[in-house]
């Protein structure tokens, strides 16, 4: 699987837009982009996915480059319940054995 | 969504006692799980995959006699630490992809905290 690069942390303040990039310059046309977050002491959060168009949920926006060499998850309104780490993992979407790398993350800390 | 009950949350037991730990899928079918263990201030490390029906496939590095696992059905995988020691202290955590997609994403239970006396 792809390596990604994310900055380590982050600062937002309530209320405002949240926007964590993530590189992965070297993924492959079948890996899909995930987002996870984890809060202290719990299991990873699923948030988003995709291939190459952006995508949008109830809880994030993801934003993939044309060229799928960057992307950025957007929460639109962070509040301090989206104080977590948050992970960006490329991933091979076929077969049983794909499976989820997590790297060290971004740790976003929402401030009032 | 997704559901993905993990069993027990916390264990504190001495030191050269056996812990299971239970995953299970509660809304969906899941062929493959997955066991992770995270150190404190660290990330999410993968032990282990787990496969219904057969044995599981474990990471470079981890022992497959200390941690045996066992996917006897689609909803439910168990993670047993045998004898377990301090160094063995850490949190567990299990996930599970609903089979009904490859590109599904996993899903997390809340994880398993052991510590070894």
């Known amino acids: 699987d792809a390596k990604t690069t994310q900055p380590p942390s982050m600062d937002c303040a309530e209320g405002r837009a949240a926007n964590l990039p993530c590189n992965h310059s070297?993924?492959?046309?079948?890996?899909?982009v995930y987002w996870y977050r984890q809060i202290h002491s719990q299991g990873p959060q699923y948030i988003i996915h995709?291939?190459?168009n952006n995508e949008t949920n109830e809880m994030a926006s993801l934003i993939i480059t044309e060229d799928r060499k960057s992307s950025t998850l957007i929460l639109p309104h962070a509040t301090l319940r989206d104080t977590a780490v948050y992970y960006c993992i490329v991933r091979v979407a076929t077969g049983t054995a794909s499976k989820l790398t997590f790297g060290t993350g971004t740790r976003l800390q929402v401030t009032l | 969504g997704a559901v993905v009950s993990q069993h027990p949350s916390r264990v504190i037991c001495k030191s050269g006692t056996s812990v299971k730990i239970e995953c299970r899928s509660l809304?969906?079918?899941?062929?493959?799980m997955f066991w992770y263990r995270q150190f404190p201030k660290q990330s999410l490390m993968l032990m282990a995959t787990?496969?219904?029906?057969?044995?599981?496939?474990?990471e470079q590095g981890v022992e497959k006699d200390k941690f045996l696992i066992n996917h006897a059905s689609l909803t439910l995988s168990t993670l047993t630490v045998t004898s377990a020691h301090p160094e063995d202290s850490s949190f567990y955590i299990c996930s599970a992809r609903d089979q009904g997609g490859s590109n599904q994403p996993q899903h997390f239970g809340d994880g398993t905290r052991l510590s070894i006396l």
């Open positions: 070297t993924i492959s046309g079948n890996e899909y």
């Open positions: 809304d969906f079918q899941a062929t493959t």
């Open positions: 995709g291939l190459k």
């Open positions: 787990s496969n219904e029906g057969s044995k599981a496939t474990y």
